[in-house]
Every structure is written in C-alpha cells, then in structure tokens.
C-alpha cells in the first residue's frame, strides 16, 4: 500500500492531514507578526497616547465611551482582536478611571467590540484567514464585502452597552487635561504597513511575520529595549501553539462532521450566521473555523459574522475572551460570566441579526 495513496484509507488521511496543516498554518503566523508589531508600538507609546488622546473627550461619560470604542475598533481591525484586548483594555479603563468614571462600561465594551470590530480586514481575526485560506481573497475585496457589516457592527455594539450602562454615563464629567504625547516609531509606521498588505494582497501572513520578528530582533539585539523572555510571552507558544495544533486536527476530522456542513452549503446568509455562532459556543470559533476551511460555503461572509460576532453570547466563544478575563482581574475588576451573558447575548442577537443583513 503505498502512503500518498488518495485511494486507500491511509493515503487520504495523510493528505487530509496536509491539507489542513497547510491551511491553517499563515493564520497564526500573521497573528504573532501582529502581535510583535502591536508590542513595539506599545513600547513607542502608541496606545498610551491613544488613551490620553480619548480622556480629552468633552462631554459626559457616553461621549468618552463612544470614542473610546471607536479607538478600540480600528485598533481591532488594525492589529487583529487579541492585540486589541491585551493592549486596548487598559488603555479604556485608565480613560475611564482619568474622570471617575464608569469603568465597567469601559471594560466589557471593549471585548465585546473587539469581538464585534474583527470583521473589517483578512488580519483581524484568526478565522477570516481560516475560513479563507484555500481560496483567498484580496483585502481590497474582503474588506469592501464586509464594510457595511462592520460597520453596523460597531455602532450597534456601542449603542447596546451605553443603553445597559446608561445612567453612569450621562452623569457630568470634566476631560482630562493630560498632554498627548505622540511617538511615530517603526512599530506604528509598520502598522500602517500590515495595514497596506493586508489590503492590498491575498496572503500577507509571511510579510508581517518577518517585519515583526525584525522589529523585535532589532529591540532586542541592537537597541537592548527589550528582553527575549518578553517577545517569548508576547509571541504566547503555550497559547498559540495548542491551538494550532487544535485548528489542524479539527480541520483534518472535519469530514465527518457532514451534517453541520451540509446544513451550511444549503442555508441562507441569516441560518449561516447563526449555525456558526453556535458552533463557536460549544467548539470555540478558531476550531469551528478551522471546520469549515477548505469547504465550500454558499455565504463564507455571513459565516464569519457567526465566527466573529457569535461568541460574544459566552466567554467559551472565543480564546480571547478568556484572555480578557485575566487582564480586568489584574485590573481590579471582578467581572462574572452572569455580567458577560447579560450583555454578551443582547450585543450578540441585535449585531448579528442586523449585519446578516448587509453582507
């Protein structure tokens, strides 16, 4: 019996198993590129100047969230959604806190916005690339078939958790009067130009690794900013690399999940949307991803609205979400999972109703 044989059970196995190891592998590689790029901007004070910038705000506190948000949503769409959480979230708790404000607004709208914000471009979200990774598409086009969508998104994200947190943030606030102080660093002129690729080809994954890696390799080694163990802890192998190893094995028994996937070749965009929502509730949405890759879907946009903004309903939607948790913690916070499903569920059927409808 020969190994690669497509026809025996062996063969097919190994080539399935190539298969999903070969579409699952530049998602990954993009976020960690990412993730360097986000992490030498932050040491360039991107997002401390970001911060400072959104305290100055005039008005009550619901002007200052609703900027903040939108701050947190390009970010997003930017950087990519983990980059978001990890960076964004003390950067809106300490606007907040600047005018005494309310800083659970600040704290759950930020991961539900990062969630929410991660449909824009190929790179925000690790399942954009995974749903696309056998037939990718340029940025250009991701982007214009997702705009409107992201849009909604936003705006409806923001105005859901300002109407649950409403009575803090219509009270009188005065804005910070800290200086802005900007850095334009290589960090923030190559985030400008992940942004570039992304838009502008099919497979940026391999580009923006490398510029990460050299502008770490570079504050490592020439500049003496930084210390290995941290782009170790930043690059998180103990995170990433289970989950790719997850991400591979789903795709590879993918197959024998045929009724979720008949069920989604045969749907429309709104039954689409909300069976991969789902999914990622029980699954979590990079191996409910990683499901789908390489399979022909009739909607791959109103799949990825399931994937992205379905597991805002629950903290097992996705892995980011569980990162979030520890960084509020740190923080001060006590958030609960009842706090996350009393606003998760409403953020998640009001967005992903009115978006399935744009794309």
């Known amino acids: 019996m020969v190994v690669g044989d497509v026809h025996s059970p062996k063969g097919g196995a190994v080539n399935l198993f190539v298969a999903s190891l070969s579409h699952s592998w530049q998602p990954f590689v993009l976020i960690t590129g990412l993730l360097f790029i986000g992490h030498v901007a932050a040491r360039e004070g991107l997002f401390e100047s970001v911060g400072q910038l959104v305290a100055r705000t005039p008005g009550n506190d619901l002007a200052l969230f609703a900027v903040t948000m939108l701050a947190v949503a390009l970010v997003t769409a930017v950087l990519n959604l983990d980059t978001s959480v990890v960076f964004m979230t003390p950067v809106a708790l300490h606007a907040a806190r600047a005018r005494s404000g309310d800083d659970t607004a600040f704290a759950f709208g930020t991961i539900l916005m990062s969630n929410a914000a991660s449909l824009l471009l190929v790179g925000s979200n690790l399942t ?3 749903v696309f990774a056998t037939h990718p598409v340029r940025g250009t086009t991701f982007a214009s078939h997702m705009a409107l969508a992201w849009i909604a998104s936003v705006v ?14 219509l009270r009188r606030a005065t804005a910070s009067r800290e200086p802005v102080r900007w850095h334009l660093g290589p960090g923030t002129l190559s985030a400008v130009v992940a942004v570039a690729l992304m838009l502008a080809t099919s497979q940026p994954a391999l580009p923006i690794f490398f510029l990460g890696v050299v502008l770490e390799g570079v504050d490592l080694v020439v500049r003496h900013r930084v210390q290995w163990t941290e782009i170790l802890r930043v690059a998180s192998p103990l995170v990433v690399g289970p989950l790719f190893v997850v991400a591979v094995l789903v795709g590879w028994g993918g197959r024998s ?42 909607h791959p946009y109103a799949l990825l609205l399931g994937l992205n903004l379905g597991p805002n309903a629950f903290v097992t939607g996705a892995m980011s979400t569980m990162l979030w948790f520890r960084i509020v913690r740190g923080e001060g916070l006590a958030p609960t999972m009842s706090q996350f499903v009393r606003i998760g569920i409403p953020v998640t059927l009001v967005t992903l109703g009115v978006a399935s409808l744009l794309v």
């Open 156 to 169: 409806l994200t923001i105005a859901v958790v300002a109407w649950w947190r409403r009575r803090p943030l």
């Open 128 to 130: 954009n690339m995974l």
């Open 257 to 298: 999940w045929q009724t979720i996937g008949h069920l989604v070749v045969h749907s429309n965009s709104l039954a689409t949307a909300a069976i991969a929502g789902g999914l990622s509730l029980v699954i979590n949405n990079l191996p409910a991803a990683s499901l789908f890759a390489g399979q022909p879907i009739a």
